[in-house]
Every structure is written in C-alpha cells, then in structure tokens.
C-alpha cells in the first residue's frame, strides 16, 4: 500500500496535456494501485495521474457503487447525451466546492492495465466523476467550468 501526496493546485503538472500509455508493465499496474491506495485515503471519488504527479493519460474512479473501481487508461469520451448541474469538489483543490454542469451521460473508450480495450457508459454522478478526471487528463481544471461556488452550507444542502 502505497499512499502518494497529492499535487494541489497551482502546478504544472496539473495543467499539462498528459501523454498516452503505451507501456502496459508493471509500473503501471503500480502506478494505478498507488492512485487507488491515495484515493480512499483521502474519500475521493476519482484521482487522475498527473494529481500525484504523473503526468499520464491514467485515471481511477470508484463512486462507492455497484461498479467497483474503474481503470481508465487513455479513455476517450465517444458519445455523451444531456445535462446536469451538482456540487463538484477536487482532492487537488481542498475544501473548495461549486456547481458544474456536465454530460448526463457518457460512453467512454479506454483501456485497462494490460491494454486491453473496453467500452463503458455510465450516467449521473459516475458520469460526472468520470469526465471530471479526464478533462484532468487534459489539464483542464474544474474551477474552469465552476457556474458558482458553493460554502459549506450550501454544499450540506445540495448533498441532501
Ligand atoms: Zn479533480
């Protein structure tokens, strides 16, 4: 187990394109396993590569549902439908939270930690969590997409 610091905002790293695996090795397999141990660590939804400083297009997400965990190695969105606007939040940006809109639903193509090609869809909140950590993938950030931020009051609100 192997808990990495996360890389907080402002850096590079986080603002960069990542570069596409092409390697499928156990590195990579190590690589995803830290991502995972950090991101239960820390109760996160989803961690992208270059958030511990690695700046590859490889991403985990596990929302707590009948999913499980999700590795997304070099995923690529090919089709989304509809719009949602919730509360958003980034383990690189603590304690800050606000409103995003996104996809209702997306298909994604990736990749798993052999190489070997998958298609998935998902809607809601996995949608969210997903194309949150691949527009980190991109060096996008979501306080880019941010519509207004949410304190603590209001975040207690929105969860419900
Ligand atoms: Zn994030």
């Given amino acids: 187990m192997a808990i990495k610091p996360i890389v907080l905002h402002p850096a590079d790293v986080l603002e960069q394109e990542c570069e596409d695996v092409t390697v499928f090795d156990r590195k990579l397999s190590k690589l995803l396993k830290d991502m995972?141990?950090?991101?239960?660590?820390?109760?996160?939804?989803?961690?992208?590569?270059?958030?511990?400083?690695?700046?590859?297009?490889?991403?985990?997400?596990?929302?707590?549902?009948?999913?499980?965990?999700?590795?997304?190695?070099?995923?690529?969105?090919?089709?989304k439908r509809g719009s949602q606007t919730g509360p958003e939040g980034c383990l690189s940006f603590p304690g800050l939270f606000g409103e995003v809109e996104r996809s209702?639903?997306?298909?994604?193509?990736?990749?798993?930690?052999?190489?070997?090609?998958?298609?998935?869809?998902?809607?809601?909140?996995?949608?969210?969590?997903?194309?949150?950590?691949?527009?980190?993938l991109h060096g996008i950030l979501f306080t880019s997409k941010v519509t207004a931020y949410l304190n603590e009051e209001e975040l207690e609100e929105s969860e419900g």
């Fill in 36 to 79: 995972y141990d950090t991101m239960i660590e820390l109760d996160g939804v989803g961690l992208a590569a270059p958030q511990i400083g690695v700046p590859v297009r490889a991403a985990v997400v596990d929302i707590d549902d009948h999913h499980g965990t999700i590795e997304l190695v070099n995923p690529v969105i090919i089709e």
């Fill in 104 to 136: 209702e639903y997306v298909k994604v193509q990736a990749q798993n930690r052999k190489g070997k090609p998958f298609v998935m869809e998902a809607n809601g909140f996995l949608a969210r969590a997903i194309q949150h950590e691949i527009d980190h």
